[in-house]
């Protein structure tokens, strides 16, 4: 069973602590997200990943294989990332084509499917493309590449609701006609939550969740219902947050979701969603 | 254990280098054509009027037996015939691995790593291919003085000194053109690593020696020049590298040396490179 380990990887950039003693694991095909605010150390992490940059310290390993700046390890990674890593002359049909010689699996006909599909210019030079366009054709060589490990920073830069729409329905049917490992990194929190399977938050260059999503999620709930009759019944709950609209009032409460019937009536409660979940963290609340 | 993936690396660079080297060469042979036509007009025609026919206003042509000159606005081409000194196609190509080295070194370690290759993969590869275009240029051009010799177009001194030798000569020719390619991504990899502050610093520098080698190249007369002649010591390097290349085993020799100087420091600077953007 193929699994990157990360131990205790630390890198520093001036006085900023990009990365603070992070250990995760990611093992063979599942759908992580990688889930933080601008700036928390996503990026870098990744970038340590596939040896573009390297750590202060810690250890990178695929399968107890060293993999930094290592041909075997880099070779079954794919990373999607903002930078652009492309010759200025090149076109997108190149890139395809050249993607062949790399990439020993990469799938042409995959490529054009997909690149059709998004309505992808192929005689366009790669660095004349727009930034969504750019992240499209990156997308496309991302799942054309047959990688085993996807690695996609920030994979919905730039792109339109519909483009985004394709590109969450491909993460599934790719997964599901050939199950591989991605790694969505995103701060788009709401759009991944259907899709991933594990999650990571990273906050301050630091894990502070490794868990299952649903794990996650079943330590709160929402709860809404008329401001008088819901404040009544918080009172001596955990209210992670509230919000009040008209005479409607939504809570997010830790611990686990009660059963309907032991609810007053005219109130509704609700699983808590992964964005919620991720506000309260960053916020400095602490769901058990 | 890091095992090299250098088959994919090395497709590439020469597929990039095959087209690249198929336009330079296209141009190099038209051009020689075109001076081979040139010259067999005025060979055989011993009228002015009817060359200066051939040109357009502001160009003048002076005909002789042995010699044609062409001046265009400032530059001055010297076409002579016995021996010719104008064309010097081994050092145009020089040049151009020359700046291959130092554009096609960043854009490969980029591309690479987006690609999956490291590093170590990147510098191997063009120390290979590097390598074997070197020889496959030497060969080329071996055959293009030969094809061409009889019109003299091209220098008789330096490390050609006749055809006779090719075999000897080959190592020290093929090392040229590789050094050149290493020597260009020596002074790309080393711009690349610099922080801003030392890239200023280094820009300024590099175009303060240029300023400076210029009064001593076009040899100005006078106090200035002979403290810069002194100060940079172009007569000592002037020295050394005539006793070097005074015979072939020397230049080959010297290129072996700097070459290997020019891998080593790539080695040194790309061996913990962070990948940048391009920008």
């Known amino acids: 069973m193929s699994k990157i380990n990360v131990k205790n990887i630390s890198k520093r950039f001036g006085s900023t602590q990009a990365l603070d003693n992070v250990s995760i694991e990611f093992g063979e095909n599942k759908i992580y997200g990688l889930l933080g605010n601008n700036g928390a150390g996503k990026s870098t992490l990744l970038k340590i990943i596939t040896s573009r940059i390297f750590a202060d310290s810690g250890e990178l390993t695929l399968d107890g294989m060293n993999m930094v700046d290592n041909d075997k390890a880099l070779g079954q990674m794919y990373m999607l990332s903002e930078d652009n890593y492309y010759p200025e002359s090149m076109k997108v049909n190149e890139a395809f084509m050249r993607a062949e010689m790399f990439y020993p699996n990469f799938d042409s006909d995959v490529a054009l499917e997909l690149a059709g599909r998004f309505n992808l210019p192929m005689k366009k030079k790669i660095t004349a493309l727009s930034t969504g366009y750019t992240t499209i054709f990156k997308i496309v060589m991302a799942f054309a590449s047959n990688a085993p490990f996807l690695l996609l920073d920030e994979p919905v830069l730039g792109l339109d609701a519909q483009h985004r729409d394709i590109f969450y329905k491909l993460v599934i049917e790719r997964y599901a006609a050939s199950p591989c490992t991605m790694v969505i990194s995103t701060h788009l929190i709401a759009e991944v939550a259907g899709i991933i399977e594990h999650c990571m938050i990273i906050k301050d260059g630091r894990i502070i969740k490794d868990a299952p999503a649903e794990e996650l999620l079943q330590n709160g709930y929402t709860i809404s219902g008329p401001t008088a009759l819901l404040d009544e019944y918080l009172v001596g709950k955990e209210v992670l947050s509230s919000s009040n609209l008209g005479g409607l009032k939504t809570a997010a409460i830790g611990g686990r979701m009660p059963n309907t019937d032991e609810l007053p009536a005219g109130i509704e409660v609700g699983k808590m969603n992964l964005q919620e979940y991720f506000i309260q963290l960053m916020n400095g609340g602490e769901v058990q | ?279």
């Open chain 2, 1 to 279: 254990m890091n095992t090299l993936r250098l088959k994919p690396a090395m497709r590439y660079q020469l597929n990039y280098m095959f087209w690249a080297s198929l336009i330079a060469f296209a141009i190099a042979i038209a051009v020689l054509v075109l001076l081979t036509l040139l010259v067999g007009v005025t060979s055989y025609t011993d009228s002015v009027e009817i060359v200066n026919e051939l040109l357009t206003d502001g160009d003048s042509i002076v005909v002789d037996d042995v010699r044609v000159i062409i001046d265009i606005g400032s530059i001055q081409m010297d076409f002579e015939a016995t021996p010719g000194v104008f064309f010097n196609i081994a050092g145009v190509f020089a040049m151009m691995l020359f700046i291959i080295g130092i554009g096609g070194v960043r854009e490969d370690l980029r591309f690479f790593l987006q690609h999956g290759l490291s590093r170590k993969t990147t510098l191997i590869s063009s120390i290979i291919v590097s390598l074997a275009i070197g020889i496959t240029y030497t060969l080329i051009i071996e055959l293009v003085y030969l094809a061409f010799s009889s019109f003299n177009f091209f220098p008789s001194s330096g490390i050609r000194p006749s055809m006779s030798g090719f075999f000897r000569r080959l190592p020290a020719q093929a090392l040229m053109y590789f050094f050149a390619w290493q020597f260009g991504s020596f002074i790309s990899l080393l711009y690349y690593r610099m922080n801003k502050a030392a890239k200023i610093i280094f820009s300024i520098t590099a175009g303060a020696i240029i300023l400076l080698a210029v009064p001593r190249i076009f040899a100005i007369p006078g106090i200035i020049g002979t403290i810069i002649s002194l100060a940079l010591s172009f007569d000592i390097a002037s020295a050394f590298a005539a006793g070097t290349t005074a015979n072939v085993l020397g230049t080959t020799l010297l290129l072996l040396a700097l070459s290997a100087v020019c891998i080593i420091g790539n080695f040194l600077l790309i061996r913990r490179a962070p990948i940048k953007e391009f920008s």
